[in-house]
C-alpha cells in the first residue's frame, strides 16, 4: 500500500491546482479503478491499447466530475502481460499512448505502474519524463533500494532524460519505532535532493481511501488531509521546474 | 539493533543515487545515427516476435521482414582448419579460427584471440559495425559499439525473441542492429552488429554457426 494512494491524490492535487491531467492505471492489481462505476470499468483500458493498436484513445479516458481530472483505467487485457513480459515488447505501444496524451494536450500524464522494474513498467519508465519512487517506512521494504537504485541507473542508459525526482516516504507510522527507524536510516542512506520532504503518514483516513481508489478529499472529513499531497504537489512542481521536465511523469 | 544498515552498504546506496542525480553522459553518436532520438520506438522484427503488437502506421522506424530470398550472397561454405589458406576473390567469405593458441596464453585468453578474429570477419564480410557480445545475463563480453543503449536493446530484444532467433531493427538510415541469441557450450551470449542491411536467413544460420565454433572450448 502506497504506491496507488499517492498516485490518485497526488493526481488529485494537480487536478486540483488547475493541471489538466490524466491518471493512467498501468498496474494490473492497483485500485485507481476501483472508484470508477461498474459499468465503466468494463470500458477498454491502458493494457488493451497495448495490445491492440485499433483501439483509439478517447476510448480510453474516463472524465471525473473535476473537470481537469479524468482517468485511464488498466482494462479488461490487464491480465496480459502482467508483468511476465519482456522489457521492450510494448515500448513502441507506451510510446504510442504517451504521444497520443500529449496530443491532448494533458500538463500532467501521471501513471501508477505495477512493481518491479520489468515488462510494461520498464517500458514505461524506458519512455517517461520523471519517476517518483514511493516507499513505504518499513524496514523489509528499504532493504530493497538498492537493487531498484541500480535498476534505475540501468534504465536510464535506455531513457536518458527520465528524471528520478525523489524517494517519497509513504505509511510512515509516528508510533512505530521500527517505522520510524526505516525512514531516519532511508535519510542517512540518500542524499537529500533524492528525498522529497513530504511524507505520506500511515492514518486511518488514507487507508480509507485507498480501499475505495478515491482521493482522499473525496472522503467526509478528507479536505484536510489534502494539504499532505498539496505539498507533494508543490515539491514534484519545483523538481519538475528545475529539470525542465513538464510532462509524463509516473511513480513507480 | 539497526533495522535497516546491516542488510545495506551505505556507501553503494549513496553512489547509486548520486548516479541518478547527474544527467546521463550522450551517448557517442553520429549524426548518421539519427535512430535513438525521440523519434525511436524500437520495433522488434515482425517475422520473429509473432505475439508482439503491431507498430502503428505513424511509427518512424519499420519492422524489418528478414529477406528469405535467394538473391542473397552466398554463404560460407566451411571452416577452414587454419589461417594459412585465404579464400579466393569469388569465394564466399571464410572465417578463419584462431591460430594455434601459445602454451603460455590462458583459456580467456584464447577465447578473446578467437572472439577478436571473428570479430574482423564479421566486419570483413558483411560490412559490421559496432559489434559486441554479451552474456546470458547482459553482461559485455566483448564490446567496440562504446553504446550501452545498443546493449540494452540487444539484451532486451533477444529476451523479447524468447528463442525464436534473430530480430534486427532499423536504427538509422542505413544501419540495422542485427540481435543473434546463440547457445554455445559455454552458456547462451548475445551477438549484436550493426549492419547495412538486413541478413538473410542463410548467413545469420552461418554465422550463428560460427559463433558458437568461436565460443566453444578450443
Redesign the interface.
Same mark, same amino acid.
Given at each position: 500500500m502506497g504506491k496507488t494512494t499517492l498516485s490518485i491524490n497526488l493526481a488529485h492535487a494537480f487536478a486540483r491546482a488547475g493541471f489538466n491531467t490524466l491518471l493512467v492505471d498501468a498496474d494490473p492489481q492497483g485500485s485507481v479503478g476501483l472508484s470508477l462505476t461498474r459499468q465503466s470499468r468494463l470500458l477498454s483500458g491502458f493494457y488493451d491499447f497495448?495490445?491492440?493498436?485499433s483501439i483509439p484513445m478517447e476510448r480510453l479516458i474516463v472524465p471525473t466530475r473535476l473537470e481537469t481530472f479524468a482517468l485511464v483505467a488498466a482494462g479488461q487485457a490487464s491480465d496480459y502481460e502482467a508483468g511476465n513480459g +519482456? +522489457?521492450?515488447? &510494448?515500448?513502441?505501444?507506451v510510446?504510442?499512448f504517451l504521444r497520443n496524451a500529449a496530443a491532448r494536450r494533458y500538463d500532467i500524464c501521471l501513471i501508477d505502474t505495477a512493481a518491479g522494474l520489468f515488462g510494461v513498467t520498464n517500458d514505461i519508465i524506458s519512455s517517461t519524463d520523471a519517476i517518483i519512487i514511493p516507499q513505504q517506512a518499513e524496514?523489509l521494504g528499504?532493504?530493497s /533500494? #538498492?537493487k531498484l537504485?541500480?535498476g534505475?541507473?540501468?534504465l536510464?542508459?535506455?531513457n #536518458?532524460r527520465l528524471n528520478?525526482l525523489g524517494v517519497c516516504l509513504t505509511m510512515l507510522h509516528q508510533g512505530l519505532a521500527?517505522s520510524t527507524?526505516?525512514a531516519s =536510516?532511508?535519510h542517512?542512506?540518500?542524499?537529500a535532493?533524492?528525498l522529497f520532504q513530504t511524507f505520506i503518514p500511515r492514518d486511518d483516513i488514507f487507508i480509507r481511501a485507498s480501499a475505495k481508489g478515491l482521493p482522499v478529499g473525496a472522503l467526509e472529513n478528507g479536505k484536510g488531509a489534502e494539504i499532505v499531497f498539496d505539498s507533494l504537489r508543490a515539491e514534484v512542481q519545483a523538481k519538475l521546474a528545475r529539470s525542465r521536465a513538464t510532462t509524463n511523469y509516473q511513480p513507480h | 539493533m539497526? $533495522?535497516?544498515?546491516p542488510?545495506?552498504?551505505?556507501s553503494?546506496?549513496?553512489r547509486? =543515487?548520486?548516479?541518478?542525480?547527474r $544527467?546521463?553522459a550522450?551517448?557517442r553518436l553520429s549524426a548518421a545515427d539519427p535512430g535513438f532520438d525521440a523519434a525511436f520506438?524500437?520495433? /522488434?522484427s515482425g517475422g520473429v516476435?509473432a505475439d508482439? #503488437?503491431?507498430?502503428?502506421k505513424?511509427?518512424p522506424v519499420a519492422v524489418q521482414q528478414a529477406p528469405t530470398t535467394s538473391s542473397v550472397p552466398p554463404l560460407p561454405p566451411t571452416i577452414q582448419p587454419t589461417a594459412s589458406a585465404p579464400p579466393s576473390p569469388a569465394a564466399p567469405p571464410i572465417f578463419q579460427p584462431v591460430p594455434e593458441p601459445l602454451a603460455a596464453a590462458s583459456s580467456l585468453t584464447r577465447f578473446l584471440q578467437r572472439i577478436h578474429i571473428f570479430r574482423d570477419w564479421l566486419s570483413k564480410n558483411f560490412q559490421a559495425t559496432d559489434i559486441f557480445i554479451l552474456d546470458r545475463e547482459g553482461k559485455v563480453i566483448f564490446d567496440e559499439s562504446g553504446h550501452?543503449?545498443l &546493449?540494452?536493446?540487444a539484451r532486451?530484444?533477444a529476451?523479447?525473441s524468447?528463442g525464436s532467433g534473430n530480430i534486427h531493427v532499423k536504427i538509422g538510415p542505413s544501419a540495422i542492429l542485427e540481435v543473434i541469441p546463440c547457445e554455445t557450450p559455454y552458456g547462451s551470449i548475445v551477438l549484436g552488429a550493426l549492419l547495412p542491411d538486413a541478413l538473410p536467413v542463410e548467413q545469420i544460420n552461418t554465422i550463428t554457426q560460427i559463433l558458437i565454433q568461436t565460443a566453444s572450448p578450443a
Amino acid at each position: 500500500m502506497g504506491k496507488t494512494t499517492l498516485s490518485i491524490n497526488l493526481a488529485h492535487a494537480f487536478a486540483r491546482a488547475g493541471f489538466n491531467t490524466l491518471l493512467v492505471d498501468a498496474d494490473p492489481q492497483g485500485s485507481v479503478g476501483l472508484s470508477l462505476t461498474r459499468q465503466s470499468r468494463l470500458l477498454s483500458g491502458f493494457y488493451d491499447f497495448l495490445a491492440d493498436p485499433s483501439i483509439p484513445m478517447e476510448r480510453l479516458i474516463v472524465p471525473t466530475r473535476l473537470e481537469t481530472f479524468a482517468l485511464v483505467a488498466a482494462g479488461q487485457a490487464s491480465d496480459y502481460e502482467a508483468g511476465n513480459g +519482456s +522489457s521492450g515488447a &510494448h515500448l513502441a505501444r507506451v510510446r504510442a499512448f504517451l504521444r497520443n496524451a500529449a496530443a491532448r494536450r494533458y500538463d500532467i500524464c501521471l501513471i501508477d505502474t505495477a512493481a518491479g522494474l520489468f515488462g510494461v513498467t520498464n517500458d514505461i519508465i524506458s519512455s517517461t519524463d520523471a519517476i517518483i519512487i514511493p516507499q513505504q517506512a518499513e524496514p523489509l521494504g528499504i532493504r530493497s /533500494v #538498492p537493487k531498484l537504485l541500480e535498476g534505475l541507473n540501468r534504465l536510464r542508459i535506455m531513457n #536518458p532524460r527520465l528524471n528520478v525526482l525523489g524517494v517519497c516516504l509513504t505509511m510512515l507510522h509516528q508510533g512505530l519505532a521500527e517505522s520510524t527507524e526505516a525512514a531516519s =536510516a532511508l535519510h542517512q542512506l540518500l542524499p537529500a535532493e533524492m528525498l522529497f520532504q513530504t511524507f505520506i503518514p500511515r492514518d486511518d483516513i488514507f487507508i480509507r481511501a485507498s480501499a475505495k481508489g478515491l482521493p482522499v478529499g473525496a472522503l467526509e472529513n478528507g479536505k484536510g488531509a489534502e494539504i499532505v499531497f498539496d505539498s507533494l504537489r508543490a515539491e514534484v512542481q519545483a523538481k519538475l521546474a528545475r529539470s525542465r521536465a513538464t510532462t509524463n511523469y509516473q511513480p513507480h | 539493533m539497526d $533495522p535497516v544498515n546491516p542488510w545495506l552498504d551505505p556507501s553503494e546506496v549513496r553512489r547509486l =543515487a548520486e548516479q541518478l542525480l547527474r $544527467p546521463v553522459a550522450p551517448a557517442r553518436l553520429s549524426a548518421a545515427d539519427p535512430g535513438f532520438d525521440a523519434a525511436f520506438v524500437g520495433f /522488434v522484427s515482425g517475422g520473429v516476435v509473432a505475439d508482439l #503488437p503491431q507498430p502503428t502506421k505513424s511509427a518512424p522506424v519499420a519492422v524489418q521482414q528478414a529477406p528469405t530470398t535467394s538473391s542473397v550472397p552466398p554463404l560460407p561454405p566451411t571452416i577452414q582448419p587454419t589461417a594459412s589458406a585465404p579464400p579466393s576473390p569469388a569465394a564466399p567469405p571464410i572465417f578463419q579460427p584462431v591460430p594455434e593458441p601459445l602454451a603460455a596464453a590462458s583459456s580467456l585468453t584464447r577465447f578473446l584471440q578467437r572472439i577478436h578474429i571473428f570479430r574482423d570477419w564479421l566486419s570483413k564480410n558483411f560490412q559490421a559495425t559496432d559489434i559486441f557480445i554479451l552474456d546470458r545475463e547482459g553482461k559485455v563480453i566483448f564490446d567496440e559499439s562504446g553504446h550501452g543503449r545498443l &546493449h540494452f536493446m540487444a539484451r532486451n530484444f533477444a529476451a523479447a525473441s524468447r528463442g525464436s532467433g534473430n530480430i534486427h531493427v532499423k536504427i538509422g538510415p542505413s544501419a540495422i542492429l542485427e540481435v543473434i541469441p546463440c547457445e554455445t557450450p559455454y552458456g547462451s551470449i548475445v551477438l549484436g552488429a550493426l549492419l547495412p542491411d538486413a541478413l538473410p536467413v542463410e548467413q545469420i544460420n552461418t554465422i550463428t554457426q560460427i559463433l558458437i565454433q568461436t565460443a566453444s572450448p578450443a
